[in-house]
Nanobody, 115 residues
Framework: QVQLVESGGGLVQPGGSLRLSCAAS????????VGWYRQAPEKERELVAR???????NYADSVKGRFTISRDNAKNTVYLQMNSLKPEDTAVYYC?????????WGQGTQVTVSS
């Protein structure tokens, strides 16, 4: 099992920035992919960004050019740098860790973009 703990969410004004972190612990298999998803009220969970084991990334069209996913394998930590935040980015953000055993999810961290 892999345990994931997200941090870094909060309230930010439009145009501001936040950096989310996701620390993994437990039985970590070295070959994995990681991602960030979000879920706004009354909406389905959606992909924000993913990074493969080899470092390939993909982003939702709505965040391209504003968000950046990165990882520190030595620390088993995944980051999501979010710039130029918009009110429509408001959601609970979830970290995802995927290996040959399946998917693991964090508990989520709230991001609210409002003036």
């Amino acid at each position: 099992q892999v345990q994931l703990v997200e941090s870094g969410g909060g309230l930010v004004q439009p145009g501001g920035s936040l950096r989310l972190s996701c620390a993994a612990s437990g039985s970590i298999f070295s070959i994995n992919s990681v991602g960030w998803y979000r879920q706004a009220p009354e909406k389905e969970r959606e992909l924000v960004a993913r990074m493969s084991y080899g470092g390939r990334t993909n982003y939702a069209d709505s965040v391209k050019g504003r968000f950046t996913i990165s990882r520190d394998n030595a620390k088993n930590t995944v980051y999501l740098q979010m710039n130029s935040l918009k009110p429509e980015d408001t959601a609970v953000y979830y970290c995802n860790w995927r290996d040959y055993r399946g998917d693991y999810w964090g508990q989520g961290t709230q991001v609210t973009v409002s003036s």
